[in-house]
């Protein structure tokens, strides 16, 4: 099957030419025609199946009739990055159409993007930031035609579930909905039933990880972590690597070792600016870093091709969380790898992946590498500086005596 079989608008289909899109996944075989018959649709599928070009395509075809500059289909993103990921499709496959979209969110200026909501068609949003236009009165969503929910599971996990029904509420009733995920909690099964009519499931491959991955665990003691990774990272051959760690400052702190081992490293995580987070994801898909250091919140949404190594350098929280995170390498019909460190603490959640997996996990060990060499006596590596002394302001001493005296003359009157 090719993609000049879905009949789509001349305009889009030359987008998709231009695309050099040939072959349609499984996930773009089985929903494209659905969502152009104007079926209401849940598509469960991991995330690098191709699903943005699933729902993109039908929308592009649908609003190449009908009225212009004003917003026709909106589709909710859980994360920036995710967010301008969607836009530059719609770019790339309506590059023909002269069909405009525009991203919203938060950490930017506010006023450009009203300018841009007045001569757009397609709004891609991240909740919060929308909301912030709907109470503003800077975003006309009465002409909505089709409403999409991208990875729907995330949006629930960063808490998004309540703008999401405040922002469903302000749309019309009569309008397609298509809500896409890779896991279907109940929290999601619920919001489907209550906002899709009638809808249509499509389901590619959710049973567990994709299985173009092959899945590591290497033991080692907390305090050897680094150490290890080094070693691997030198007697591997890697393109890309994207490296999780579970907080904000261990993904800093190790980007930095990184950068000072004579990688091309970068940290991707909840501190930095918009600006910074766009430069960062920009030299991570153009080569110009090979190491991306990130924490699940700032990971979500990347969407890089050619990773060839994703590496737990801690161990996710739930078993949804290491799908997600080993879901970006093994992608577009190429192989991955997916390394895990594990320490004693985290047997419970092993278990639990290997259940996902259906299948025991590979247990490592890496020749050479001295294993038994002791902890330190205190950390080290990822201990946060103290914090500098805090001079009180003088306001503050004089008060602070003030109240001293009161103290001490009260006292001597009792």
Known sequence: MEFNT?????????????????????????????VMQGHDIVGLAHTGTGKTAAFVLPILHRLMTGGRKHVRALVLAPTRELAEQTHEAIGTLGSRTGLKSVTVYGGVGFNPQVDKLKRSEIVVACPGRLLDHINQGTVDLSHLEVLVLDEADRMFDMGFLPDIRKIIKRVPAKRQTLLFSATMPDDILRLAHEVLKEPLTVRVNTTGPVSSVSHMLYPVGQHLKT????ELL??????????????????KRLGEQLGKAGYQAASLQGNLSQSKRLAVMAGFRNGTFQILVATDVAARGIDVTQISHVINYDMPDTADAYTHRIGRTGR???????????TSDDEDMVRSIERVLHAKVKRCTLDGFDYKKAAPSRDTEFARPPRPPQRRSEKKKTASCKAHYEGAQFAGHR
């Open 6 to 34: 879905f009949d789509l608008h001349p305009k889009v289909a030359d987008g998709v030419t231009a695309a050099r899109y040939i072959t349609p996944t499984p996930i773009q075989e089985q929903a494209i025609p659905l």
């Open 227 to 230: 150490p290890l990774l080094l």
């Open 234 to 251: 030198r007697h591997t051959d890697t393109e890309s690597v994207l490296i999780f760690t579970r907080t904000k400052h261990r993904a």
């Open 332 to 342: 577009n019909a190429k192989t991955g790898d997916a390394f895990t460190f594990i």
